[in-house]
């Protein structure tokens, strides 16, 4: 049952148990002997986007070679000789053991428990257009920055014919879940005006600290500044109990990702709409002094008016919160300098946009390999083939994907390219 509105929201949970999904992944390197602790460290590095994780899925893989190479030199050793047994000990304890304390104590991050909303309380019955309970604003879970939307002092309720909430976060009813990525899970929430929109509550837990908290609410509220022509419009930002989250204008179309996954590469007339569009988003996220970092195919909405970049300013605000290992990026649209850890500015979403058109043009990844360092490595060494990209867009995105930042042209430039 769920309990009262007063409670915070990551303890409104199912009672269910985290997914048996995680546990067989933990175990993974004890299933195999060890063998698979490199895989098991690098899909973990990928998720969490960790530069650690990926400098120790390596050591793990090199760790794997060495092994092999030792075990081949040692053919024809007797079993008892201290050489095999050294070995033995050496493997069992840090590719066997060690690979899978440190899967556990990993899982709860890869897989976290704070995205699974309860049902609605028995005193509200799941009934199409049930009203859902009120959440009055309480001391212990200030909204920051929220906009006055008129609510009534009993508290926000459902449109008439909405369905119930499964929980509350702020003054917003979530509906229901419509997505998970690195950064957080977005609902398709409520707010108390009846308005539809997006709540993404970020994978990050936030200290007690009160500057912090408002270094991340300021950050994130720097968005608003972003013209909405071609963007989701960022509406209210806040913290509740220890959880961030984000309100946004909620977007009815499914992703550039999705788009092409399920219908193939875009024809040359709507890739040309396509780039225009996000490059006027760009820029206008530029002039507003913010850099998006995580621009990517699954950041990019196919409204019915049109294409909207989403998630812009996300990744710097989670920086604010010292509870974060950060959003660097998602490894295959990264650009070289996310790659190295260095500053990025501007030029870095120019980058990532080449990357997501070439995606969108040829329904293939611009770099790809089977692990985030090998995917890392063509990013700083490898140009994709532009052959199959329409005519008109291989010289923008041969300029947008050059390896040094100061020699891409900025959104603008490609803007005028392509209207040309």
Request: charge should be positive.
């Amino acid at each position: 049952m769920l309990p009262g509105p007063h409670q915070p929201l990551h303890t409104r949970r199912s009672g269910r148990k985290r997914s048996g999904k995680s546990v067989l992944w933990a175990l993974v390197p004890l299933l195999t002997c060890g063998l698979g602790t490199p895989f098991v460290i690098g899909f973990a590095a990928g998720r969490l986007r960790r530069r650690g994780l990926t400098l120790g899925a390596v050591c793990y893989s090199l760790g794997l070679i060495a092994f092999m190479v030792v075990a081949n030199l040692l053919t024809g050793v007797p079993s008892d000789d201290w050489r095999n047994t050294l070995t033995a000990y050496v493997w069992f304890g840090t590719m066997w053991a060690g690979g899978t304390v440190h899967a556990f104590l990993l899982r709860g991050k890869v897989f976290p428990h704070v995205t699974t909303p309860a049902p609605a309380p028995s005193t509200y019955p799941p009934a199409y257009g049930a009203p859902a309970p009120p959440l009055p604003h309480s001391p212990g879970s200030p909204s920051f920055g929220a906009p006055s939307f008129g609510m009534p002092s009993s508290g926000p309720q459902p449109a008439p014919g909405q369905a119930s909430a499964m929980a509350w976060v702020g003054p917003y009813a979530l509906l229901t879940k419509v997505g998970e990525g690195g950064q957080g899970t977005v609902y398709l929430g409520q707010a108390p005006d009846g308005q539809q929109v997006a709540v993404k509550i970020l994978h990050v837990r936030v200290g007690p600290d009160s500057g912090e908290r408002d270094a991340f609410v300021r950050e994130a509220l720097a968005a608003r500044r972003v013209p909405s022509f071609a963007t989701a419009r960022v509406i209210d930002v806040g913290v509740q109990g220890d959880l961030a989250y984000i309100v946004s204008e909620y977007v009815h179309g499914p992703s550039l990702e999705r788009l092409v996954r399920e219908q193939g590469p875009r024809d040359p007339d709507g890739l040309t709409r396509l780039s225009i569009s996000t490059l006027a988003a760009l820029r206008g996220i530029h002039n507003a002094g913010i850099v998006h970092r995580d621009f990517k195919p699954g950041n990019v909405l196919l409204g019915a008016d049109g294409p909207r970049v989403i998630d812009f300013g996300v990744a710097k605000a989670m920086d604010r919160l010292t509870t974060s290992a950060g959003t660097k990026g998602t490894p295959a649209f990264m650009s070289p300098e996310q790659v190295l850890g260095q500053q990025v500015g501007p030029a870095s979403d120019v980058f990532s946009w080449g990357s997501t058109m070439y995606y969108a043009a040829t329904g293939r990844l611009p770099f790809d390999g089977p692990s985030v360092f090998a995917v890392s490595q063509q990013i700083m060494e490898h140009s994709p083939d532009l052959g199959p990209v329409p005519a008109a867009l291989r010289s923008p995105l041969a300029a947008a994907l050059h390896k040094e930042p100061h020699e891409r042209p900025t959104a603008a430039d490609l803007m005028l390219a392509l209207s040309g």
